[in-house]
């Protein structure tokens, strides 16, 4: 009997350690995630942006970054000129030539400080510049 609780209490404790261990190492390694962008996520514009850029919620490697801009018909648009911005290890962006009026898929895919690779998209719009200032002469 008295063996027998010394045995669970054993096994209590080192459910605790494991559970302990789980959360801290979630909790400490959890990997990037988006947290910002320019155009922002699902935004409708008026002018071309002259680059596409994104902020992750931790700083991201240098390594295997990527970030592609894709017209509706599937078309990379972008000057596949990805980098990371020196003094903002979060930030990583690519530079577009003067876009179209149209619906654009962003996609990314960097590399968090757990070396786990984040991939993911989102869209942003482009349309004509005001019928105003178009027929302003
Ligand atoms: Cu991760």
Do not use: C
């Not at 994104?54 to 295997?64: K, L, P, R, Y």
């Amino acid at each position: 009997m008295k063996h027998h609780s010394v045995i669970s209490s054993k096994l209590f404790l080192l459910r605790q350690i494991f559970f302990i261990s789980l959360w801290v190492s979630s909790s400490v390694s959890a990997h990037a995630i988006l947290a910002q962008s320019e155009p922002k996520v699902d935004s409708t514009i008026d002018v071309s942006p002259q680059q596409i850029g994104i902020w992750f919620n931790e700083n991201v490697a240098s390594e295997f970054k990527a970030l592609a801009v894709i017209n509706s018909a599937g078309k990379r648009v972008d000057n596949q000129d990805v980098k990371q911005a020196a003094l903002d290890r979060t930030h990583i962006y690519v530079t577009v030539p003067r876009l179209l009026p149209d619906k654009y898929t962003v996609r990314y895919r960097v590399m968090s400080a757990d070396t786990h690779i984040v991939t993911g998209r989102f869209t942003f719009t482009v349309t004509p510049p005001e019928t105003a200032a178009i027929e302003t002469n």
